[in-house]
């Protein structure tokens, strides 16, 4: 199982995996992989319109480059890359998903929920079209587990647990003195007051 993004070094980590995949063509792997928003906000905001972060001509676009990226015809898991409830009942991503489903693009759909925020896709899951939910899941967050992972259990659809290692915290690799490269989102993530 792998899980990519086209966000990831704009593409590369998508191309990458795909001239692997390409010398073991004989390899039997699940890939997942993300659309990034369109207008480039990490998370998402509930006031942030659907058709400027996720318009249906954007969703098939990604969707095509993704698979160009692969080398593949099918994506097994396309997902949200960020996701708000708020965007749930639009008539326009669920058309989208139907349409990459029913061609053959993607196999499955998924969202990947916002930090703290995991019964935030509750309502997206209650529509039939999510197949998977990507949701922060480790030592430090166990929120999922109050609504979130019972309405999975419920109605069959898959959890991939993100950075179960918290962004690596957890490896037992990183100490006080571990630096990054300035513009690294790890020096904001792992700043003194953690």
Do not use: M
Request: hydrophobic share 40%; charged share 25%; proline share 6%.
């Amino acid at each position: 199982f792998f899980d990519t993004a086209l966000a990831y070094g704009q593409g590369k980590s998508e191309r990458l995996l795909g001239q692997a995949l390409a010398r073991h063509p004989a390899a039997a792997v699940t890939i997942a992989t993300k659309i990034p928003p369109k207008n480039q906000k990490w998370p998402a905001s509930a006031v942030d319109a659907i058709g400027d972060v996720f318009p249906p001509d954007h969703l098939r676009r990604s969707t095509e480059t993704s698979l160009t990226n692969l080398g593949r015809s099918q994506v097994d898991l396309q997902q949200f890359h960020v996701w708000t409830d708020e965007w749930a009942t639009d008539e326009g991503w669920q058309r989208a998903v139907d349409d990459l489903k029913r061609e053959g693009l993607v196999r499955a759909i998924g969202i990947s929920l916002n930090r703290w925020e995991p019964a935030n896709g509750v309502r997206a899951l209650r529509t039939g079209l999510i197949d998977s939910v990507q949701v922060v899941y480790n030592v430090f967050d166990q929120s999922p587990e109050d609504e979130l992972f019972p309405l999975c259990r419920e109605l069959g659809i898959a959890v991939i647990a993100r950075v179960p290692f918290d962004e690596g915290s957890l490896t037992g690799t990183l100490t006080r003195e571990s630096t990054w490269p300035a513009g690294d989102w790890r020096n904001l993530y792992f700043a003194p007051e953690k």
